[in-house]
Structures are given as C-alpha cells and as structure tokens.
C-alpha cells in the first residue's frame, strides 16, 4: 500500500507529510489516517486565509465533535459571515441521493445546474430505481439488497434504518426514473451553471464564494434546547463531525448551515 512505500524511504529521504488529520472522511471505503502516529516534529498551520472568523468559529463546533486536538482561527481581513443564502454558488449534499434531490429541485426552479464530477452516478440511481419499479432486480450498491420497489418503499417508510432512501423514494414516486435521467441530461458544465451540487466528500479540496448546506445530513435526537448539558455533547459520530467540517469550511465568504444548523442552535443554548 501507499503508506509503506513512502515509509520505506525514511533510511534515505526526508519525509514530509502534510495534510489535515480532521478531514479523514473515507473510512467507509478502507482509507486510514496515516498522519496521527506519524513519527516526526509536527508543525502545525491553524490560521485559514480562506475564510474569517465566523465561519472559523462553526469549524470550530465540529473540530470539538470530531475530539480533533487543533481549533481554527479564520483571518479578518477576508469578509465572511453566517447567514442563509438565497443563491448559493454550491449547495453540498451528505449522499447521492441527497445531491439528486437538490438536482431536481434547482433544475424545477429554473436554474442552471453543474454536479461535480458529472451525472453519472445519479443516472445509475435512477436506471436501478427503474429496474425495481419494472420487476428487476438490480447490482446497484445501494439497492441491490430490495427485490423490488415495494420492498424498498416499505424499508423507506418503516425502517428507521431506512430514513436516508426516504427522499429518493419520494422523489421517484413523485417524478418517475425517466424524468430523473432526463434531467441528467440537461445538467451543465460547471464554468457556465448558476449553482454546483456536490456531495461534501466530492467537495473536499474545493471551495466557493458561497456555499449552503443541503437538509439531508441527520441532526441527533439529543439536541433539542435544553437536552444537554456542557457535560453532554449532542451523540454525533467522528465521521459524521468530520464530515461536517470538511463541508462548513467550503465557503469562502458566505455560508448558509442549512441541514448543519442544530448545531450551532445547541450550542448556543447551552452557553446561553
């Protein structure tokens, strides 16, 4: 693997890692975090020239949720607030399925709609939810376990563990494959479009002027006001919470929390 052989060239080379340990985001697919326990004098960068203060401040409630040992301080000469943005630059989703909802509804809306790196995915989604609803089985990753549409609506609808595929199922129901992959179709290059929809691990890298956060990233049952107490964060997981960071700090100077505003809400509460 990669981290071996750049291990390997310790004997004969200076080794220098850099990156951001809180940004580790691809465990799901096998990916580790190399640069904890990696075995050199570590410098560390906390001042973020992208963005200022306000938005420095909402990376910091997730770096704490995450337990990350840095805090961020954003640079005040950049203008940047948090606030709701009616036309954003990007919109960033938690899931495909996520990034499809806000696909269709911009498209409805009127607008000129670029997806970061094509439509590819969501056109799979739509050709297995096709397959389903035609009697077929599908390979799909992600319904390859439903033998038929029905079997996925009731999975969608009563299983708790099923609340994510609920707004893709709506969707399908509501507007049917073909009009999904129709609207694939008229997705546009991202230098000419109005608004880009990323899921945030497609976003990590990047940036925009402005940036909201789509509602498809789940707020804890804990963190209604008055729940907590400063001894009892809301129950979010690390990689939801990095997850979380890796998004809020695509903005450059605007960023609408949308899905990601509990937080911020109970933490408030709290400190109030």
């Known amino acids: 693997m990669l981290e071996q052989v750049f291990t390997a060239q310790r004997d004969h080379a200076q080794l220098v890692m ?24 570590q410098l560390t960068l906390t001042r973020s020239f ?25 640079t005040t000469s950049v203008p940047a607030e948090v606030s ?6 990007a919109v960033l989703c938690r899931t495909n399925i996520g990034a499809m909802t806000e696909v269709m509804r911009l498209l409805g809306e009127g607008h000129r709609v670029a997806l970061t790196r094509g439509g590819q995915q969501l ?15 599908t390979h799909h990753p992600e319904l390859v376990l439903f033998a038929s549409w029905g079997d996925l609506q009731d999975y969608a609808a009563y299983d708790p563990a099923g609340c994510d595929l609920q707004p893709f199922v709506d969707l399908v129901d509501t507007h049917g494959p073909d009009a999904i992959l129709a609207a694939v179709s008229e997705l546009t290059e991202e230098a000419h479009a109005d608004v880009t929809v990323s899921t945030a691990h497609k976003a990590k890298g990047r940036e925009w002027p402005t940036v909201r956060i789509a509602n498809d990233f789940p707020q804890p049952q804990d963190t209604t006001p008055g729940t ?12 939801d919470a990095r997850l979380a960071y890796v998004a809020v700090t695509r903005a450059r100077h605007r960023l609408d929390l949308g899905g ?12 109030g």
């Open 260 to 271: 990601l505003a509990w937080n911020a809400t109970a933490q408030e509460n709290e400190s």
């Open 18 to 41: 850099v990156g951001d340990s809180a940004q580790a985001i691809y465990g799901w697919r096998g990916a580790t975090d190399v640069m904890t326990g990696f075995d050199a004098e």
């Open 228 to 239: 907590n107490t400063a001894a009892q964060a809301p129950d979010v997981s690390d990689t």
């Open 123 to 137: 056109a799979q989604l739509a050709s297995a939810a096709r397959d389903l609803k035609e009697g077929r089985r």
């Open 84 to 89: 709701s943005v009616d036309h954003p630059d």
């Open 50 to 74: 992208r963005f200022g203060p306000e938005i420095a401040d909402e990376a910091n409630r997730w770096l704490a949720l995450a337990d990350a040992p840095i805090r961020l301080t954003g």
